[in-house]
């Protein structure tokens, strides 16, 4: 059976921003990938993280072609994702920040595959880079999963609508309003 689809629509381009912003509607739990190289430790606060096979068990994260941590964590060939809870933005903001020292002043530790352990983590995921697509700006890397190590049980920091968490949409019940808002985390490139 063939479906006519007719003459496909132009298509025209569509703004960055308004991409970000209507992509902010989607929730998501944040992370923050970390690895360790010669120089230190490295990492950056990722908010697209995602299971993608149990057997072989593997995970995904995209990381910006224009980040200065994802080059390093690469060459090294392993990494750890560190789930946060909602109450973790202080460390949130450390690693989702272009400025400042991120490991400055934080009690970390090396696991036993060599990738910085955040503390008071949900969760650590820690793998080896398994394979990785250049998309874009962005690069999906795929991860073989070495370890799983469950963390603080609590309640995931959530991204959602430009801001964590969930509770601010009940302030703001006008969709549109948040979608065209300029939000400072949904309008900022400190992800990834």
């Not at 949130?92 to 991120?102: D, H, I, K, L, T």
């Amino acid at each position: 059976m063939s479906i006519d689809l007719g003459p496909a629509p132009q298509h025209s381009a569509v703004d960055p921003m308004a991409m970000r912003r209507a992509m902010g509607i989607f929730a998501s739990g944040v992370t923050v990938v970390t690895g360790l190289d010669d120089d230190g430790p490295v990492g950056f606060a990722c908010q697209s993280f995602a299971s993608v096979s149990l057997d072989p068990p593997l995970v995904l994260f995209c990381a910006d072609h224009g980040g200065r941590s994802w080059p390093r964590i690469r060459a090294t060939g392993r990494f750890s994702v560190n789930v946060l809870g909602e109450d973790q933005d202080e460390l949130c903001g450390r690693f989702g920040s272009s400025r400042g020292a991120r490991f400055d002043g934080l009690d970390w530790s090396v696991s036993a595959w060599g990738t910085p352990s955040l503390p008071h983590v949900m969760l650590r995921v820690h793998a080896e880079v398994h394979d990785v697509h250049t998309a874009g700006d962005h690069d999906i890397v795929i991860g073989r999963v070495l370890e799983l190590e469950p963390g603080t049980p609590e309640r995931p920091m959530l991204f959602y609508r430009g801001k964590f968490g969930v509770d601010h949409v009940d302030q703001a019940r006008d969709g549109q309003a948040l979608l065209e808002s300029g939000l400072d985390w949904a309008n900022s490139n400190r992800w990834g």
